[in-house]
């Protein structure tokens, strides 16, 4: 086991890990605001992590260089998206749950 | 390994599928369609990667665009009602 | 091979009954639109899980994407919620759901056994012509564009046709586009929006390079990896959406006008189908790319492959576009 082939799966166990963490927090969270939470930044750092350690067991540099390109967009568009989600929900009138609600 | 690694991600996209069928605003399903799409573009590419066909990391990256779209279309529609509301650009927006 | 991990499979297909209970059972039709566009990715992952890549990448693009577009459209000009079924419907509905699930299991119990070597399908002497021979004779790696364009290259004009006919259809139903449904500043909503949304803005702007770029490889690399003419023609498409949902249909009407549109809705047919004639006035048959190039086949091979393709996603291109602008188009709700 090379260190190479250890430290991918490192990154991919680690974002794994995140991905699972993020799922669950959108099961267990409160209200809306917080689910985005956590699944827009576990989305993206699972997501870029999980890739970066698929990168390192690219064969070739076309491979890689499309895992490259899919983790740029990921990055890009994750992040985008659930802001403009929350924006949205904000602008309808959504209300975030506050306070001791919040702490059931 | 692999084969527990698309496990996970699959386990990540149900209780994604989960909240879409739960959430009880519609702001809840969009998020969780979204996340349901990013995990899908990963479950291909390791999906690739188990079977050795690296040729999947074009589909990924197709689906990763559609993910973004759909949800940047829902958004649209829920918020304005239309599509084709125009949205007053000012002078030197980037 | 993947196919063979069993637990891939159990689980992807309980996400699709999953998802199929629910677009039922939900009574808000943004949600069914939505959880239909679900449906579709995990459709297209079985696909990908079945190692059939080329149908796989166009369930991702059409059913996934332009499909929940075009359905949101619709929703935006009449209900967004299911109206109840009536209590004497109920009964006969549900009889004839459950009797056609049953007749379709009870064909499918005809189906042969899954990927046996003894199936008609692999001991056909045509399988093993495509398989074998495409490379001497065609010479393009990817078989499935090789069977599509050449050697089944009559039954792919036949698709183009239709959906130049679904884009013509539609055009005649939904009428003429409104110059003035939208683009005027003032049907924006109480003024102070226009910072909102900088941020959707300004990625939409750099991605749109680049997803347009992506289309053009996609068209190009068909070839030689998953892709092709339709694949293309929906992602170049879903950017021209992308743009028009960013910044009004106003901008987008000005940037891709319906006008160059409708001319190269039927530009990529009569490309095609040029292409035919082509190849019947040098001499060879309808559609018989060996005769683009006397000397070397393979190399008429390829051009035609090019020709044909690009006809595909000019056609594909111009009918998606124009789809959407006839359904944003009518989007006026006062």
């Known amino acids: 086991m090379t260190v190479v082939l250890v430290a991918s799966w490192a990154l991919i166990t680690a974002g794994a890990v995140l991905a699972l963490t993020g799922a669950l927090g959108l099961f267990r969270l409160p209200d809306f605001y917080t689910r985005t939470h956590a699944a827009s930044i576990t989305d993206s750092a699972g997501a870029s992590l999980l890739l970066l350690g698929l990168l390192l067991q690219a064969e070739s540099f076309a491979v890689g260089i499309r895992l490259l390109l899919i983790m740029l967009f990921l990055l890009f568009t994750s992040p985008t998206a659930a802001h403009a989600l929350a924006q949205a929900a904000l602008k309808d009138g959504l209300k975030p749950v506050l306070g001791r609600a919040a702490r059931r | ?94 | 091979m993947i196919g063979n991990v069993i637990l891939v499979d159990i689980a992807l297909f309980a996400i699709l009954l999953a998802a199929a209970l629910g677009i039922a059972h939900t009574r808000s039709l943004y949600s069914a639109a939505m959880l239909a566009g679900l449906f579709s990715l995990t459709c297209a992952s079985l696909f990908v899980v079945q190692d059939a890549v080329d149908v796989a990448f166009t369930e991702a693009a059409v059913g996934a994407g332009m499909s929940t577009v075009l359905f949101l459209g619709t929703l935006a000009l009449t209900h967004s919620r299911e109206r109840v079924t009536p209590p004497t419907r109920r009964v006969p509905a549900l009889l004839v759901a459950v009797g056609t699930g049953v007749l379709l299991i009870y064909a499918s119990l005809d189906l042969p056994p899954y990927a046996d070597p003894a199936n008609p399908v692999q001991q056909h002497p045509l399988t093993e012509r495509y398989l074998q021979t495409s490379q001497q004779e065609i010479g393009v790696p990817n078989v499935v564009t090789a069977v599509l364009a050449s050697y089944r290259g009559f039954d792919t004009l036949g698709e183009v046709a239709v959906i130049f006919t679904a884009g013509v259809a539609v055009l005649m139903l939904l009428g003429r586009l409104r110059g003035n449904a939208a683009g005027s500043p003032g049907t924006a909503p109480a003024g102070g929006l226009q910072g909102e949304h900088r941020v959707l803005r300004v990625v939409a702007k750099l991605l749109m390079p680049f997803i347009l770029l992506f289309a053009l490889y996609v068209q190009f690399h068909g070839d030689f990896g998953p892709g092709g003419g339709f694949q293309a023609g929906v992602i170049f498409a879903a950017g021209i959406v992308l743009y028009t949902l960013v910044f009004g249909l106003g901008h987008a009407r000005a940037v891709v006008t319906p006008g160059i549109l409708r001319m190269l809705l039927p530009l990529g047919l009569l490309l095609y189908a040029g292409v035919g004639v082509a190849t019947l006035l040098l001499g060879g048959a309808f559609l018989d790319y060996n005769a683009l190039s006397p000397q070397d086949p393979v190399q008429g091979q390829h051009l035609g492959i090019l020709l044909v393709e690009a006809g595909v996603g000019i056609t594909v291109a111009a009918a998606m576009i124009l789809l959407f602008y006839a359904f944003a188009g009518r989007g006026a709700r006062s």
Not at chain 2, 55 to 66: C, G, P, Q, W
């Open chain 2, 1 to 94: 390994m692999w084969l527990a690694l698309a496990l996970a991600v699959l386990t990540t996209m149900a209780l994604a599928l989960a909240r879409a069928l739960l959430g009880p605003t519609l702001y809840d399903r969009i998020l969780a369609i979204n996340l349901f799409g990013t995990k899908t573009v990963l479950f291909i590419a390791v999906a690739g990667f188990m079977a050795g066909r690296p040729e999947f990391l074009d589909i990924a990256l197709v689906y990763a665009l559609i993910n973004f779209i759909g949800t940047v279309a829902v958004l649209k529609l829920s918020h304005y009602g239309e599509f084709s509301r125009a949205e007053e650009l000012q002078g030197d927006d980037l």
